[in-house]
């Protein structure tokens, strides 16, 4: 039963692990946290509404500075300086 314990761990570990790799492999975008608040982020646009029901019970809100608006409604790259 140990034996199949530690297979087990090692298989979870190890598929832990590719998926890790092949995320940051893919260029997937990672979580950016802010530690300051931008100047003019009061003038900020609504961009979205989120409502996660069940355990969670959260909303949330999208809101995004000018030049990512644009961006976003012309189709192009956000970019330097857009926040969203």
């Known amino acids: 039963m140990k034996r199949m314990a530690s297979l087990f761990v090692a298989v979870v570990a190890v598929t832990g692990v590719a ?3 092949a995320a940051s492999l893919s260029g997937q975008a990672r979580q950016v946290i802010v530690t300051t608040i931008p100047q003019g ?5 609504f961009v979205s509404a989120a409502h996660e029901a069940g355990a969670l019970n959260d909303i ?3 809101i995004g500075n000018d030049k990512a608006l644009k961006a976003y409604r012309e189709g192009k790259p956000f970019p330097e300086g857009a926040i969203v």
Do not use: G, L
Request: glycine share 0%.
């Open 19 to 21: 998926a890790q790799m």
């Open 60 to 62: 949330r809100v999208v």
């Open 41 to 45: 982020y009061r003038d900020w646009k």
